[in-house]
């Protein structure tokens, strides 16, 4: 049970930084200058 | 390295009645209380916080580990739930990059990217040299979490002394407070059909599609205030 927690939480958390991480990689990149 | 005066500056700056970071650690209360319901240990709810920091993706973890969804399920879930964070992200990151800058700061601070230091940041960043503000964004988003973390804690140790209805309570002030937050930024013609349009077009599609009313009425009210703005600016 322990186990499957934390995988689910990594799972949870990689799911959520993908968002931010593109966010940033659009920013960066300048795909996207200004929203 | 991070300049320890605008880690501070922008680490005290979420003090205040009026700071999101009330609302925000009144929802990570009710996580607290949820996560140790569905039988989490209190580690293992500090390290959920700790990691997400992000309290619909918490919810939707928690519904999905309940009805036993596989892990494959839980990532699309929470990524769609989340996806959000994207537009944000890309709103926020260009008032914060700089030249002078590395760009581990940025990768690595994304993490703190949440609505309460979002909007902290908005409401703050004209005040800072431009090549200070990703230290000052690390000192707002190191506050939020920490802020986060210790309301989850509180919410898992006092969680038999809050029942059903606190839980939700609790759960709903942040929502409340961005709602709060979104009709002060009225401002335009875009922002202001958008959020009227939405709240006329949840209600309306719930009584059609209970599980996609949202998703269709914020992106049909969106996109009527996408053209109605475009059409005002010419």
């Given at each position: 049970m322990t186990g499957n927690i934390i995988i689910v939480i990594i799972v949870t958390s990689l799911a959520t930084y993908l968002s931010r991480f593109l966010g940033v990689l659009s920013a960066d990149k300048g795909i996207i200058k200004n929203f | 390295m991070i300049d320890i005066r605008y880690f501070l500056k922008g680490f005290k700056s979420i003090k205040g009645v009026g700071s999101p970071a009330i609302a925000?650690?009144?929802?990570?209360?009710?996580?607290?209380?949820?996560?140790?319901?569905?039988?989490?240990?209190?580690?293992?709810?500090?390290?959920?916080?700790f990691l997400t920091y992000a309290l619909p993706g918490s919810l939707v973890m928690a519904e999905s580990m309940l009805i036993g969804a596989s892990l494959i399920n839980i990532f699309i879930a929470v990524w769609l739930v989340n996806a959000r964070l994207y537009p944000m992200t890309v709103a926020l990151m260009p008032l914060l990059m700089h030249e002078n800058q590395p760009r581990w700061k940025y990768y690595l601070s994304c993490h703190f990217i949440a609505v309460s230091s979002w909007l902290i940041m908005k409401d703050n960043y004209e005040i800072i040299e431009k090549e200070n503000r990703i230290?000052?964004?690390?000192?707002?988003?190191?506050?939020?979490?920490?802020?986060?973390?210790?309301?989850?804690?509180?919410?898992?140790?006092?969680?038999?002394?809050?029942?059903?209805?606190?839980?939700?309570?609790?759960?709903?002030?942040?929502?409340?407070?961005?709602?709060?937050?979104?009709?002060?930024?009225?401002?335009?013609?875009?922002?202001?059909?958008?959020?009227?349009?939405?709240?006329?077009?949840?209600?309306?599609?719930?009584?059609?599609?209970?599980?996609?009313?949202?998703?269709?009425?914020?992106f049909i009210a969106g996109t009527i205030a996408f053209f109605i703005g475009e059409r005002n600016d010419r």
């Open positions: - | 925000l650690g009144a929802s990570f209360v009710a996580i607290g209380a949820l996560l140790k319901n569905l039988g989490f240990s209190i580690q293992e709810s500090i390290f959920s916080t230290d000052f964004w690390i000192g707002i988003g190191t506050a939020t979490w920490f802020v986060a973390i210790f309301s989850t804690i509180i919410g898992y140790v006092i969680s038999d002394f809050l029942n059903k209805d606190i839980l939700i309570g609790l759960a709903i002030v942040n929502p409340i407070y961005f709602i709060c937050m979104m009709i002060g930024a009225m401002k335009t013609i875009q922002i202001s059909f958008s959020i009227i349009l939405g709240i006329i077009l949840g209600p309306v599609f719930y009584f059609l599609s209970p599980e996609w009313s949202i998703l269709f009425g914020g």
